[in-house]
T-cell receptor, first 112, second 110 residues
Framework: EAQVTQNPRYLITVTGKKLTVTCSQN?????MSWYRQDPGLGLRQIYY???????DKGDVPEGYKVSRKEKRNFPLILESPSPNQTSLYFC???????????FGDGTRLSIL | SQQGEEDPQALSIQEGENATMNCSYK?????LQWYRQNSGRGLVHLIL?????REKHSGRLRVTLDTSKKSSSLLITASRAADTASYFC??????????FGSGTQLTVLP
């Protein structure tokens, strides 16, 4: 089954404790992206990657890191999480940058 | 502010009625996409319209695009209770960014 898998689905953690949210897709997609969703603000793109070893900043990259060492994986790293990063995060992938996105089920992060 | 802005923010209609949502954007785009999100779930792609297209249909969905006004509309005909969800437009820029609006919450009353 074609899917985008995010882990964990839920996480409560504390300020400053490094965390990684994994994202994996099984569709051989070139394009992958991370979004955060906050009430009233819709989805905002954090980082995107058009291919292996190619990543670019989206609208809200501050406080986040990503890497794309393999085509299928695109982890999101919060080196020193802060409460303003409490949000619902989505990973998505597509064949290329202009094609429709397939979304994961989301990761709800709470940073205390 | 967001590249795409939906209007209205919330819409409540009776089953069987049509629902129209609008999206405005600011810069040149490669295409515009509409997505649906059920509460707390991932987004699901509905329809994509390219910048050189003016109208597109998919089942009960009709999308229009006016690049001169930088606007798009999504029409859902003969709505059903199961159409209750949030709807987002997303603009695909030539450089690779995909920018979403803040969404329209549609409620279809049985």
């Amino acid at each position: 089954e074609a899917q985008v898998t995010q882990n964990p689905r839920y996480l409560i953690t504390v300020t400053g404790k490094k965390l990684t949210v994994t994202c994996s897709q099984n569709m051989n997609h070139e394009y992958m992206s991370w979004y955060r969703q906050d009430p009233g603000l819709g989805l905002r793109q954090i980082y995107y990657s058009m291919n292996v070893e190619v990543t670019d900043k989206g609208d809200v990259p501050e406080g986040y890191k990503v890497s794309r060492k393999e085509k299928r994986n695109f982890p999101l790293i919060l080196e020193s999480p802060s409460p303003n990063q409490t949000s619902l995060y989505f990973c998505a992938s597509s064949l290329d940058r202009h094609q429709p996105q397939h979304f994961g089920d989301g990761t709800r992060l709470s940073i205390l | 502010s967001q590249q795409g802005e939906e209007d209205p923010q919330a819409l409540s209609i009776q089953e069987g009625e049509n629902a129209t949502m609008n999206c405005s954007y600011k810069t040149s785009i490669n295409n515009l996409q509409w997505y649906r999100q059920n509460s707390g779930r991932g987004l699901v792609h509905l329809i994509l319209i390219r910048s050189n297209e003016r109208e597109k249909h998919s089942g009960r969905l009709r999308v229009t695009l006016d690049t001169s006004k930088k606007s798009s509309s999504l029409l859902i005909t003969a709505s059903r209770a199961a159409d209750t969800a949030s709807y987002f437009c997303a603009t695909a820029l030539y450089g690779g960014q995909l920018t979403f609006g803040s969404g329209t919450q549609l409620t279809v009353l049985p």
